[in-house]
């Protein structure tokens, strides 16, 4: 039901309530039987046993079951174990990182769960929100937190705050008349939504809807029905595993069936295709990339970016698209006084925020019409403006509060000024009448100074004040020209008038009066956060397209996009109202050119969002609002703002910024480009070891000859190796130039062409280096045991060495600094005490198959590795000549 559109009384009439009255108690049994509670359903969530479940599911995690399973089955006991041990250790750290559950809904319905007084059979109570009904009757005061939608009927001096629900910065004017059908939400000033805050004069409405029938509950209804979407890693990581799985099956059919060709038996070669499957999978990756995603959320906590999804670290990574709310993300929400006009001349205003440091025009003192015009802004204003916990803020009107920022850099305090001129009398501002006044004795005489909207003001006066403060002729065309241009350039203006009062008439007499003096325009805006303008600079340097969707107006939303750098002159500026009548295809097109939309509500918010993937961008959404929390769950990654943002919009967000500050979006896209070349570093240092003992495995099956390593030898390798050298790339720091390139297409895949041909040679090096010598070892009359941990230390010192390949993919180590990551060489020097326990203890003996070596050995196990290093080393600069 369009509300807005039906007079009051028919509103009433439809819910069948009384305004005088209220409902009667056995009505409000019956509708609360109907409608139930006023509160958001919450949505189920995944319990911990489904959670520990899903770890299991994943595909290289299935193929390492089955591989346990059939081994326990053959009754190779230890094998079984360690690779049932392998998949636990993988799917507790993926259960315990996962375990912080959705909870965007249950934020919902605390943000309309209040006390509110309604009118019942005629008398009035105070209850909780959670028991109205439609059909109640609702009186609101300032401070009061609307329960539920109403249809206003009753508004005196009705100020609210929506800025959580429309976007809309300032306060917003209620009344109770009807409305055309097709006003849009923002505009909508007969109705209170749910949530919102009320901050001046009083009012009462009809409760039309509760709970999940709100405006805020069909927002949450938008927050369920959006997909828990995976990340570009997620997905990347899934068509790698895909791959690797196809082509484990293949190469583990292949030496089956020439085994069988070979006359082997069908358990030997059952044996030996487990081993290769147990070589070949990566088991430490999964590991590997949660803790090295866990490292990256470190990272970003001590640059203000609070991590609550895991993958969001390296999605920011990826981003091409940063679609940002205007209102408390680039602007500071607080309105802000920028220009003066008084005496027939324009005053810039300096400083930012709250705050009242700064100063006017070139800081000279302030006198004449100039004075004039903020003594009328401080008395005629119902702010307050405090400082708390280092902080300024303002009790009221954020637009009243701004005079009287500005008023203070003037040396004007409002204290003091109130107890010199005490208010005499008052008339409130009203929505129709749209503007102010307020009645003053200043040294004898009496002043009313009226505040308001310029086109009310300006036609009922005659005269002006000149620099010097004297009354002079009005020059009408002037001020409107000077008004006209402040508004391009999206300040929001104010006029300020006064009149000479006769102490014998009372205020409302001369409410109405002609022969005003003009006093002078105030220019505000909420203005652009202070980083802001340098971080989108830094987006742009790194490929990155800024786009603003605010529900603000679109001449402002287009002012503060062209001092952001958003959007260029000439750019255009799409509405809601526009792109409502815009079908999916042609958004996609809009969205590709247009960076600014204006008035745009929470359901277009999405379908901006949904627009931009279909075109292929990784989207990153930032807001703080109630209204922006479908559009920032439906995002690649949601960013709000941890100090002024809602609860519902920090539950739904993947990362939090601590100081709600957009320029740290920069830093935490620096470090999620730094996380994912360090995955990408880990793969290129890990697949060749897999692929190696695949490798190794067919080339024993094909020659005939005995495994080089067996199952558990190899399992040793993948998960010690991976813990205490691959690992260790996870804290490598984040390379020069990484914000100066541009982001990764999302269908470029995780290893481009030469890091697959990287991978394929150290395979083979690996191939030789250990089947040969295996094969050299037993030539030599060494004992079997004795050749397989010649070929088991092989692979081990050819991975410490290429882990120093791998920190950098196209500097050579030397260059990025031997010990610019202490890490690498502490899991160097634990490998090396696990690798000579390994070879040198009796238990480890018995229990991996392996023997003691001597000196000879090792100088030959060293040459492969060194060897390996510098054909890397020359493969890399030949690629880079």
């Not at 001096?157 to 209620?174: C, N, Y």
């Not at 991978?759 to 280096?769: C, E, I, K, R, W």
């Not at 502490?826 to 001597?854: D, E, H, K, S």
Request: glycine fraction near 10%.
């Amino acid at each position: 039901m369009a509300w807005h559109c039906l007079a009051a009384d028919e509103a009433a009439a439809r819910l069948a309530a009384s305004f005088e009255d209220g409902l009667g108690e056995d009505e409000i049994a019956r509708r609360r039987a109907t409608h139930g509670e006023n509160r958001i359903s919450p949505k189920p969530g995944k319990g911990p046993v489904l959670r520990l479940a899903l770890q299991f599911v994943q595909p290289l995690v299935l193929v390492l079951l089955l591989a346990g399973l059939v081994t326990a089955i053959l009754g190779e006991w230890v094998d079984a174990g360690v690779i049932f041990g392998v998949t636990l250790i993988n799917a507790v750290i993926g259960f315990v990182q996962e375990g912080r559950a959705e909870n965007a809904l249950a934020a919902l319905a605390r943000s309309v769960t209040s006390e509110v007084t309604v009118l019942r059979g005629g008398c009035k109570q105070r209850l909780s929100s959670t028991q109205l009904v439609p059909g109640d009757v609702v009186l609101l005061a300032a401070g009061d937190k609307v329960p539920a939608d109403l249809r206003l009927f009753r508004a005196k001096d009705l100020q609210a705050i929506e800025a959580a629900l429309t976007g809309e910065s300032t306060a917003v004017a209620k009344h109770g008349e009807a409305l055309p059908e097709g006003t849009l939400l923002a505009e909508r000033a007969n109705m209170a939504y749910a949530g919102t805050v009320m901050i001046s004069g009083q009012g009462a409405g009809v409760v039309v809807a509760i709970g999940d029938r709100t405006e805020t509950g069909r927002i949450s209804r938008l927050i369920a029905a959006a997909p828990d979407l995976t990340t570009p890693l997620t997905r990347k990581m899934a068509e790698f595993s895909n791959w690797l799985l196809l082509a484990i099956g293949l190469l583990a059919l292949f030496t089956f069936a020439v085994g069988m060709w070979r006359g082997e038996s069908a358990f030997d070669m059952f044996m030996a295709a487990v081993a290769l499957a147990v070589g070949a999978i990566p088991e430490g990756l999964p590991a590997a990339m949660t803790i090295t995603l866990a490292i990256g959320v470190s990272r970003m906590a001590r640059r203000r970016a609070i991590i609550r999804k895991l993958p969001a670290v390296e999605t920011l990574g990826s981003t091409t698209v940063i679609c940002s709310d205007k209102t408390g993300t680039l602007t500071e929400n607080q309105m802000t006084v920028r220009e003066l006009y008084a005496g027939g001349m324009r005053t810039a205003v300096a400083g930012s925020g709250y705050s009242p440091n700064g100063r006017i025009g070139d800081g000279q003192p302030v006198t004449g019409a100039l004075r004039e015009c903020l003594l009328a802004g401080v008395l005629c204003n119902d702010a307050a403006l405090r400082k708390s916990n280092r902080h300024w803020e303002v009790v009221g009107d954020p637009t009243e509060g701004a005079l009287l920022v500005v008023a203070r850099k003037a040396g004007l305090d409002e204290r003091t000024l109130q107890k010199l001129f005490p208010r005499l009398d008052e008339i409130p501002f009203d929505s129709m009448r749209q503007y102010m006044v307020t009645l003053h004795e200043i040294e004898g005489a009496r002043f009313a100074y009226f505040k308001g909207a310029l086109e009310k003001l300006l036609p009922r006066s005659l005269a002006m004040l000149d620099g010097d403060g004297a009354v002079v002729e009005l020059r009408h065309d002037e001020i409107e020209q000077v008004a006209r241009g402040m508004a391009a350039e999206g300040l929001r203006v104010l006029a300020v008038a006064r009149l000479a009062v006769d102490s014998a008439r009372s205020l409302d007499a001369v409410g109405s009066d002609e022969g005003l003096q003009f006093v002078g325009l105030v220019g505000m805006v909420d203005p652009p956060r202070a980083k802001a303008i340098a971080a989108v600079r830094t987006c742009h340097t790194a490929g990155i397209v800024v786009k603003m969707i605010t529900g603000d107006h679109a001449v402002t939303a287009l002012s503060i996009a062209r001092q952001l750098g958003i959007a260029k002159i000439g750019q255009p500026v799409l509405t809601g109202r526009e792109l409502a009548a815009l079908d999916d295809e042609e958004l996609r097109h809009a969205v590709h050119r247009v960076n600014v939309f204006a008035r745009v509500e929470p359901e277009q918010k999405l379908r901006l969002v949904r627009a931009l993937q279909a075109n292929g961008e990784v989207v990153a959404m930032t807001g703080d609002g109630v209204n922006d929390a479908p559009a920032l769950k439906q995002a690649d990654i949601g960013i709000a703002m941890g100090l002024g943002g809602t609860e519902v919009a920090k539950d739904a967000a993947d990362m939090v910024l601590t100081d709600d500050d957009f320029a740290a979006i920069e830093a935490a896209v620096e470090e999620g480009r730094g996380v994912y070349d360090n995955l990408v570093k880990f793969i290129t240092w890990t697949l060749p070891t897999n692929f190696g003992e695949g490798l190794v495995i067919v080339a024993a099956i094909v020659a005939g000859a005995t495994l080089p390593i067996t199952p558990l030898q190899i399992l040793w390798i993948n998960m010690t190796t991976a813990v205490f050298l691959g690992l260790m790339l996870a804290f490598e720091p984040i390379e020069q130039h990484v914000m100066h390139r541009p982001p990764r297409p999302p269908a470029t895949p995780i290893l481009d062409a030469p890091l697959v041909w990287r991978n394929v040679l150290v395979s083979v090096l690996l191939l030789a280096g250990s089947f040969g010598l295996f094969l050299f070892e037993l030539a030599q009359g060494h004992s079997l045991a004795e050749a397989r941990t010649v070929a088991l230390n092989v692979f081990v010192v050819v991975q410490a060495m290429y882990l120093f390949n791998c920190r950098s993919l196209t500097l050579s180590a030397l260059r990025v600094g031997l010990f610019s990551n202490p890490a690498v060489w502490y899991g160097v020097l634990i490998m090396a005490v696990l690798q000579g326990l390994l070879t040198y203890l009796p238990l480890l003996n018995r229990l991996f198959a392996t023997a003691p070596i001597g000196a000879q050995e090792w100088i030959e196990i060293f040459a492969v590795g060194i060897l390996a290093y510098l054909v890397v080393g020359i493969e890399k600069r030949l690629r880079k000549n």
